[in-house]
């Protein structure tokens, strides 16, 4: 009896040690936090796995840009070290790998967190503590807007509800007398943008008749388009994730329904499109307009560009078997690139309240990453970094470009 | 750029008729993989959650044989249909048999267990982007008074019963299916008259994992592109197909899944506060309310258990 | 006497040795800790109702949500302190439990896994579904509400200051162990005898006139309880709640979590919680390649079930009685 309490009680000693040995981190000892003479330390979360895993190249992009310039000698001398860690786009796991980043891997910034609901988890937080929430990359309007209340959070790409406005005013100057049909996600991406078409529309006889919604865990969406082609709306807004984009353009064609077609920059990479034409056999996807800020490295325009040059070769050498296609590695490299530009600015001496000064007084014209004309750029009454975009159009498979730059400016 | 097309509004009965069209063929779906379940379950008295991951892995086997080393279509179906039956008679062998004698709760966690390895795999091997893969039947679309129905979608409801008559043929007609039909009921008799019951079961197996692959075959270019979530949602759709049919009657599979799809699709669009958002937990209120209501499903069968 | 001195000498060696822990961590381990008495609440639980009475639940995540969004919407909403709502999630979520034990009667075995496992997957949608009440996707923020306990400022218990991390570590672990003994009280005698009849020999336990139907929606209710006390510690570890935080792979891993622990002992379901904790994040150590922390996940899962049927608890015990020198037939549980 006793010989089997002293083996219970040796057996719950060592599990808890194991436990403990387990919680045993490797404590960076640095002066500052996440900084030393020889490297800045720079973490953040994305879903490498689970159903938005697809936009986890956000990291392997920017990761591999970061090792392009270490290799060419860092930032003020400084290697610049990238940490990612996989929240399977739970914001629970977000939460506690995020502390784990700022309390025991002792991180300078958190960098390039994926996901709107994860960045809304971390944001109170990360402000409390003072540690910046660098472009967290999420097009979630509140990480520009509420500036005042969260000042060390700031997104990259442009809002759901800028580029929703900006859909809705052209089609408010182009088509005057669509009757429009929109699907959405059920979420606050597919709810933004929506918002934000409708307000573009504001002022002008175009109008939306119908809007279907669909939850993320849907399989598919064919009902939703039957609804809206049953609508007699000529026009067809797709405010939905790649999956469900190509869906609606296939159903769509399905049911003998040819639309004009809105599509959101989220699902319009040339690759999304080319499944959605079906091998050119679906014409829905003919004249689809779109809004774009980054180069599509599958767009032959940029196939001799000098940073597109420079993508694939920084990918096939930093980021061996990742999809070069894939145009969220692109998105890495520009968010890569303009932390670049704000490490330097920091000078010698890097500090936090150094990066966020910086990070509200951005004026960066060169990132060529995104398309040219295009500037990051912020100010006192400006949280936004990227409010230009082009419009585009789908035309003989593949994107064209027309118009000039649009600029957002918030109402 | 062109003139749009106009809408044309048709008239509420032939949305009504779009709807249920249109709903037969996501049922459709839902039974090929169905029948999967139901085979598993019928062969060898497990409930497989992994069901759908594996169907998803053997989609993929498809994909990179066609778009990625060039084999023509039929061939790399053989090919994906032989791999998958070797696969699921050496899951069965490997995994499930050494535990299956054990606890029910030992089996399910082998088979979660096996969810997330194939999900993990695909994944792994893959990547996570979208894909497009080659559909068995052209994707045209036949227009019938203002409903438009695809030749697809026809032909994933066909195999499917198909598929039924196959295995209805296969359990009553032929020795192995006979055997088959004894290993799952009597194990211990079945042995007595020479039966090689764990043969028996593995085929149960190897033949449930050809049937998803079929289904994920089909539903890949039904759901309009390949990625390794395809058959996560699907794969409650599928179970309360089969329970709603009946979890041992592949033909209330199919019965099951086509009255799912057509079910969920009209109340969606007619009870308003369901909607498209509460489409799964429609789905799941389906299990729970057959598992409550009428254990058996539509087409039950009776068991007594001794005591 | 005898009976009871072996285990409450083992349960005072694991409290002393939680008390005086945080002494050799750091801030940020004993934050990691506090997440592992979480899962032991839920793991307690749990263990209730599938290592006493048997049944399967796949989908008590669910569970859990139910008892943190009571916690959020009475913190947020409400301006209740963080502590009380705790026992406010437990009723709640024991009641839902109940209500859900009584239709589960007819279930068994695998079907209640399956109805469980559709319950886990549509969870997350029906939060969303439900938003004036949740809040939806955007969900709802503790962080920075005087009602968090050393949210802002640290806080004096007993004479000392506890920052959010050690206060959190002293929260989770003390509601821990009182549930624990709660539980024991509750499981000694004939609730405890009834409950392991019913998962023995449904058959012989009614005709011994253990009333099923009571033991087993008790059970349930029981479970679903300590699953909302666990939600609850949970939504006010992270500080905040969203409809993504409790996934199905979350009602997986507890019922893994339960597996691996052997249904049993204390220690048992202590070390299951370290394996929820810890797993994820050992797995990404090993690889990071997309895709390859579930390969690993799932392997582990299958050659624990291999290997350790019996759980961690059971190897434990079977060394004890290897060394002992005899086949020990007791039902685990009664140590």
């Known amino acids: 009896m006793r010989r089997r309490l002293v083996l219970c009680s040796v057996a719950a000693a060592l599990a808890f040690s194991a436990g403990a040995a387990a919680l045993a981190g490797t404590a960076r000892t640095a002066a500052d936090p996440g900084v030393t003479p020889t490297s800045i330390l720079l973490g953040g979360t994305v879903p490498l796995s689970g159903v938005a895993a697809a936009y986890s190249s956000v990291a392997v992009g920017a990761n591999a840009y970061f090792k392009y310039v270490n290799a060419k000698g860092g930032v003020n001398g400084r290697r610049i070290d990238y940490t990612y860690l996989d929240d399977q786009y739970n914001p629970a796991n977000t939460v506690q790998l995020t502390r784990k980043l700022v309390e025991q891997d002792k991180v300078f910034a958190i960098f390039n967190t994926l996901g709107t609901e994860p960045n809304l988890a971390i944001r109170p937080y990360l402000n409390q503590l003072k540690v910046p929430q660098l472009f967290a990359a999420s097009g979630d309007t509140s990480f520009g807007a509420d500036a005042a209340q969260y000042p060390y959070t700031i997104g990259f790409q442009p809002s759901y509800q800028a580029e929703g406005w900006i859909l809705g005013r052209y089609m408010r100057q182009s088509h005057p007398h669509a009757k429009i049909a929109v699907i959405a996600q059920d979420d606050s991406y597919g709810r933004d943008l929506l918002l934000g078409f409708k307000r573009g529309l504001v002022g002008g006889s175009a109008k939306v008749i119908a809007a279907q919604n669909y939850e993320v865990t849907a399989s598919d969406v064919s009902s939703q388009i039957a609804r809206l082609k049953a609508s007699g709306a000529d026009t067809l807004a797709i405010f939905a994730t790649p999956q469900f984009a190509i869906q609606s353009y296939v159903y769509a064609s399905k049911l003998g329904w040819k639309p004009f077609v809105l599509t959101n920059a989220v699902s319009s990479a040339s690759n999304i499109m080319v499944l959605a034409s079906e091998g050119g056999t679906n014409k829905t996807v003919n004249g689809s307009v779109s809004v774009v800020f980054l180069k599509d490295p599958t767009d032959p325009r940029w196939s001799k560009d000098p940073a597109i040059v420079l993508y694939r070769s920084i990918m096939a050498k930093y980021a061996k078997g990742a999809n070069v296609k894939d145009v969220y590695n692109v998105y890495g490299m520009a968010v890569a690139y303009a932390t670049v530009d704000l490490l330097k600015r920091l000078g010698k001496n890097p500090t936090r309240a150094g990066l966020v000064a910086a990070t509200d007084s951005m004026n960066i014209t060169d990132d060529p990453f995104l398309l040219p004309g295009i500037v990051i750029k912020t100010g006192p009454k400006d949280h936004f970094p990227i409010n230009q975009v082009y419009f585009q159009q789908w035309v003989n498979g593949g994107w064209k470009q027309f118009g000039s730059l649009v600029t957002y400016k918030s109402q | ?307 | 006497m005898r009976r009871v001195a072996g285990p409450l000498a083992l349960f005072a060696a694991l409290a002393v040795a939680v008390v005086v822990a945080p002494a050799f961590l750091s801030d940020f381990q004993a934050q990691e800790a506090a997440y592992v008495a979480v899962y032991a609440v839920a793991l307690i639980g749990l263990n209730v109702l599938t290592g006493y009475t048997g049944q399967i639940s796949l989908g008590h995540g669910a569970f859990m949500a139910v008892g943190g969004y009571t916690t959020a919407i009475l913190m947020v909403d409400h301006g209740v302190r963080d502590v009380w709502t705790i026992p406010v999630a437990a009723v709640v979520a024991g009641a839902a439990g109940y209500l859900f034990g009584l239709p589960a009667l007819r279930l068994s075995g695998l079907y209640l896994a399956l109805a469980t496992f559709a319950i886990a997957v549509a969870t997350p949608s029906v939060i969303r579904k439900f938003e004036g009440f949740t809040g939806g996707e955007s969900g709802k923020n503790l962080f920075g509400l005087p009602q968090l306990t050393a949210g802002t400022t640290p806080v004096h218990v007993l004479g000392r200051q506890l920052n959010y991390n050690n206060w959190l570590y002293y929260l989770c672990w003390t509601v821990a162990f009182v549930v624990y003994v709660v539980g024991w009280l509750m499981l000694r005698g004939r609730t405890g005898r009834a409950l392991r009849a019913v998962r023995d020999s449904e058959t012989a336990a009614l005709s011994s006139g253990v009333s099923l139907a009571r033991y087993k929606t008790l059970a349930f209710g029981v479970s679903a309880a300590y699953a909302g006390v666990a939600g609850s510690l949970y939504t006010i570890a992270n500080a905040s709640i969203y409809p993504d935080t409790f996934p199905v792979q979350l009602s997986i891993f507890l019922l893994v979590g339960v597996v691996v622990s052997g249904l049993g002992s204390l220690a048992g379901l202590v070390a299951g919680a370290v394996f929820i904790e810890f797993l994820p994040i050992w797995a990404q150590d090993i690889s990071k390649s997309q895709g390859a922390p579930s390969v690993i996940y799932g392997a582990i899962l299958i050659a624990v079930m291999f290997v350790l049927p019996t759980g961690v608890a059971g190897m434990a015990r079977r060394v004890a009685t290897f060394a002992r020198g005899r086949y020990d037939r007791r039902a685990p549980g009664t140590d």
């Open chain 2, 1 to 307: 750029m062109g003139s749009p097309m106009l809408g044309t509004m048709g008239s509420p009965v032939s949305d009504f008729l779009q709807q249920v069209v249109s709903g037969l063929a996501s049922g459709g779906i839902y039974a090929s993989l169905a029948l999967a379940l139901v085979l598993i379950h019928r062969a060898t008295g497990v409930i497989n959650f992994a069901q759908g991951e594996m169907a998803t892995f053997s989609t993929y086997l498809l994909w990179t044989l066609t778009a990625n080393h060039g084999w023509p279509y039929w061939p790399a179906v053989g090919f994906t249909l032989a791999v998958s039956f070797v696969g699921g008679f050496g899951v069965y062998e490997m995994v499930i048999r050494p535990v299956e004698k054990g606890s029910v709760l030992r089996v399910v966690i082998v088979t979660i267990g096996l969810l997330l390895l194939f999900n993990g795999l695909t994944t792994w091997i893959w990547g996570g982007s979208q894909q497009s893969l080659h559909s068995p039947f052209p994707t045209r679309t036949i227009d019938v008074g203002g409903v438009a129905i695809s030749v697809l979608d026809l032909g994933t409801i066909g195999v499917s019963i198909g598929v039924v008559i196959v295995l209805w043929l296969f359990f009553q007609f032929t020795k192995v299916g006979l055997a088959m039909r004894a290993a799952a009921t009597n194990p211990a008799e079945s042995r007595l008259v020479g039966v090689r019951v764990s043969s028996m079961l593995g085929l149960g197996w190897g033949l449930a994992a050809v049937l998803g692959a079929i289904a994920g075959a089909l539903a890949a270019p039904s759901l309009a592109s390949l990625d390794p979530n395809l058959m996560q949602a699907t794969l409650i759709y599928a179970f309360a197909a089969a329970v709603l049919g009946g979890i041992d009657s592949p033909a209330g599979a199919v019965v099951g899944g086509l009255l799912l799809g057509v079910g969920l699709n009209l109340l969606g669009v007619y009870v308003g506060f369901i909607g498209a958002d509460l489409r799964l937990p429609a789905a799941l209120a389906v299990i729970l309310v057959v598992l409550l209501v009428r254990p058996g499903g539509i087409f039950r069968r009776r068991v007594v258990s001794r005591v």
